[in-house]
């Protein structure tokens, strides 16, 4: 609400000398003198709201500012409502990790990307194992074989410090 109210001046701060005006049906009402603007929506009691500043001449409309910021706020929220949020889920497996070890974490990963989240897996090494970043490349290759059917890649594997990662996002129906 506050990013409404801030952009736009209305009444007494609008500053111009000449203005072009809209009534709150959408009637052009012309060019005219702030002054007069102003007059003429105290008589309808309303406000007097900028609502094209860069314009030549700057418009402005007569409306009821309130209501017009409840109903901003409202659509708003209404958008926030249907925003769908992907957290990125993640999965941490060490350079050892035995078979059946992978096909538990990769049915998890499974049911997170069946849900619509991405799926960040880690391969850590610790100590001298950094040496064979081969076999991370080997795991989250055998990863991304099992969740192909419900996945594609989104970043392929990469070395970053003492961890591999790859990112897989669920793949579009």
């Known amino acids: 609400m506050d990013n409404i109210s801030k952009k736009l001046l209305l009444n007494q701060e609008i500053k111009e000398k000449e203005i072009r005006v809209v009534s709150h049906d959408g009637e052009q009402l012309g060019i005219i003198s702030s ?3 102003l007059k003429i929506a105290e008589d309808r009691e309303m406000d007097l709201v900028m609502i094209s500043p860069n314009a030549k001449p700057p418009v402005c409309k007569i409306m009821d ?5 409840y109903e901003q706020s409202k659509k708003e929220k209404e958008a926030k409502k249907k925003q769908k949020v992907v957290d990125v889920k993640e ?6 990790i035995e078979e059946h070890d992978i096909m538990i974490k990769a049915t998890n990963a499974r049911k997170f990307l069946l849900d619509g989240n ?6 850590r090494f ?12 080997k795991i989250l290759a055998n990863f991304a074989e099992k969740l192909s059917e419900v996945s594609s890649i989104e970043k392929p594997a990469k070395l970053e410090g003492r ?6 996002a669920p793949k579009k129906a």
């Open 91 to 96: 999965v941490r497996v060490s350079p050892k």
């Open 118 to 123: 991405k799926v960040k897996i880690t391969v």
């Open 163 to 168: 961890n591999m990662i790859m990112i897989l």
């Open 35 to 37: 002054k007069e603007a």
């Open 126 to 137: 610790r100590g001298r194992e950094a040496d064979y970043s081969h076999v991370g490349d």
């Open 65 to 69: 500012y309130g209501k017009f910021v």
